[in-house]
């Protein structure tokens, strides 16, 4: 049957199932096509810590977004447009969040009263009224897979496994995805098992013509290509592009590359991902714990290295000791703290941006680290190759932040050609630099005080370094209180060098009259533009500026907030960042929070700025 092909702009899809059953693979393969087919897009995984949660219950539901359009977008959206559920707690997890009018797509496989109950419902919501707002498609999907492949001679458990590839074939339908690109991805993933490729490509397949030939759908939709700047693009998630750019660093540099880690989510996937990249001089090491791990990558910094450590708040907090080690032995080392909700095992799975004030001031004694923080997927890259630079320019520690939404969430990326990259130049000691022919290993350099870094094993230039303080240019051990004094006020006053080869801070302020500032860090960078756009279409000016240094801050940082009447800071934390900013500038911030596990929704946050606005 012929059916009309409408054209939308922009489509929110959430796709919720029980965990394991497929749903963040189902997500992936629609936005991989989706990526291919050349719109803009920003997804946002979301799933239990737990790795086979219960079945059938609220805590063990899985869910994956996906936003995409014909033209540039920020967030991966508020509220779906499509709620795919797959069970009835799919449903019920997910429900509060869809708007007016929603499609609704469910599995009505598993709607039996024990699992109704299991979650809360005394009767079943597909026939009971609940779901009047939404245009509500109930499909046994589950049988519908089960006859699909009948004829296969898998069992009964292993065939309903790919319900998820049925659903995955009526959205590609429905959205006029191309398929070829699934197929080969699932004749990849399950080559060894060529029985099992051949179920879920028929289920995939069951699904589309499904879509094609039911009078349940009788309109499928298409969104056009964003257009984009011309390039090479790539759907890429925040820790593969944090991981490329580390890469990149070690290549600009000219110095290997090595890490040291221990796995804890969500950082892990850099931990994988480089284990990938040997020809790149990559070197991992997977160490039996975070202070194992970090002592490493210290050890490599000594040794010539571009060192790296990766890990989330309850590692960095492991780290302390040995960070304020770095400090005081003024050696480059790149700590990557993918932030996650605590305290303690708090969230895994969840993001949030609580970790600011920890790597600002988590080590005894005074022991300053520059900060930086990346505001997209994407982003992670440039973030990256940032905090190499900084390290490896003024030979201290640096802190990258990135969270949980950025880290597993994804968007198109263009691929940067190598002379777009920024050089870092190193310069290893080389020859003794002491007035009497001796090696003075806290020499700084006049311009950013940075100590000479000498590869052990250099002939004339041996020397030792330990936690106890230094003296200065010596590097021996002193207990002077005068050195002390000056030694912490020149790693300070080392830190703060870092501000002056910063670029002017870029506020966004088209209309030039705005009395409103919105001031963001991290991942807070989609929703905050995208409130700020739908307060400026209702013809209010508002200003937006986004910190990616946050230790120091611009040097314009100042001057820039004073222009405003008020600056508004939304942060997925109890103010940190705001806490910040009223005490180095004495300005009062307006803080806007939540912690709730979850990114802040564009519309809520726009309601909030509004308000600022109107009732200033």
């Keep these: ?15 919720a199932g029980d965990s394991g059953d497929g749903m963040q693979l189902t997500g992936d393969r629609f936005t991989q096509e989706t990526a291919q087919f050349g719109n803009d897009l920003a997804t946002f995984p979301n799933f239990p810590a737990e790795i086979r949660a219960p079945q059938g219950t609220l805590a063990g539901v899985s869910s994956f977004q996906l936003h995409f359009a014909d033209h540039d977008i920020l967030t991966p959206g508020d509220r779906p447009d499509v709620l795919v559920a797959m069970n009835p707690a799919a449903l019920k997890a997910n429900l509060g969040d869809l708007r007016d009018g929603a499609t609704l797509i469910v599995d009505s496989h598993d709607f039996t009263t024990r699992a109704l109950a299991r979650v809360g419902w005394d009767s079943n919501p597909l026939e009971d009224g609940t779901l009047e707002k939404f245009q ?3 499909l046994d999907l589950t049988q519908m897979t089960l006859d699909a492949l009948a004829d296969t001679g898998l069992s009964r458990k292993d065939a309903g496994r790919s319900k998820n590839m049925f659903a995955l074939g009526l959205l590609s339908w429905m959205y006029s995805r191309p398929t070829e690109g699934t197929i080969a991805f699932i004749e990849h993933k399950f080559a060894r098992k060529p029985e099992i490729a051949g179920a879920n490509i028929t289920a995939f397949r069951a699904g589309y013509n499904f879509g094609e030939t039911t009078e349940a759908f009788a309109v499928a939709y298409e969104v056009k290509p964003a257009t984009l700047p011309t390039g090479t693009y790539r759907n890429i998630t925040g820790n593969l592009a944090l991981a490329y750019g580390l890469i990149a660093a070690s290549k600009r540099s000219g110095l290997p590359l090595f890490l040291g880690a221990y796995p804890i989510t969500p950082a892990s ?92 001031f988590g080590r005894n ?23 190499a630079r900084i390290a490896l320019t003024y030979r201290t520690p640096v802190f990258l932040l990135s969270d949980g939404y950025l880290a597993n969430g994804s968007e198109p990326w263009r691929v940067p050609s190598l002379d777009e990259l920024p050089e870092i130049p190193v310069c290893f000691a080389s020859e003794p630099n002491g007035p009497d022919g001796s090696f003075l290993p806290y020499l700084r350099d006049p311009e950013t005080l940075a100590r000479p870094w000498a590869v052990p094993g250099t002939p004339g230039l041996e020397h030792r370094v330990g936690g106890i303080e230094k003296a200065d240019k010596t590097g021996n051990i002193s207990y002077d209180p005068d050195n ?58 508002i200003a937006q500026a986004h910190l990616r240094h946050l230790n120091p801050f611009p040097g314009d940082l100042g001057a820039v907030l004073n222009r405003y009447d008020r600056v508004v800071i939304p942060e997925m934390n109890l103010g940190q960042l705001a806490m910040m ?7 009062d911030a307006i803080s806007i929070t939540q912690v709730r596990g979850l990114p802040f929704k564009a519309e809520e946050l726009a309601e909030m700025l509004q308000g600022v606005v109107d009732h200033g």
């Design 1 to 15: 049957m012929a059916k009309d092909v409408r054209q939308l702009e922009r489509v929110v899809i959430r796709i």
């Design 136 to 138: 509500l498609h109930a």
């Design 269 to 360: 996937d850099i931990l994988h991902e480089l284990s990938r990249h040997k020809r790149f001089g990559v070197r991992t090491f997977q160490a039996e714990d975070e202070i194992a791990g970090i002592g490493a990558a210290l050890g490599a910094a000594f040794g010539g290295s571009l060192a790296v450590t990766t890990s989330s708040g309850p590692g960095i907090a492991l780290k302390g000791e040995t960070i304020g080690l770095a400090v005081s032995l003024e050696l480059p080392l790149v700590i990557c703290d993918i932030q996650r909700g605590g305290p303690s095992t708090g969230l895994p799975t969840k993001t949030e941006q609580s970790d600011l004030l920890q790597a600002m």
């Design 365 to 387: 004694g005074e022991a300053p680290v520059p900060i930086v923080a990346a505001q997209s997927p994407g982003d992670c890259f440039d973030a990256a190759i940032e905090a």
């Design 484 to 541: 002390h004094d000056f030694m912490v006020r020149t790693r300070q006053a080392k830190v703060d060098r870092v501000a002056a080869a910063l670029p002017p801070l870029a506020v966004d302020d088209p209309s030039g009259d705005a009395r409103v500032l919105v001031l963001g860090w991290g991942s807070t960078y989609g929703p905050i533009g995208a409130a700020v756009r739908r307060v400026r279409r209702s013809g209010v000016p």
């Design 581 to 587: 900013i009223r005490a180095k500038y004495l300005i």
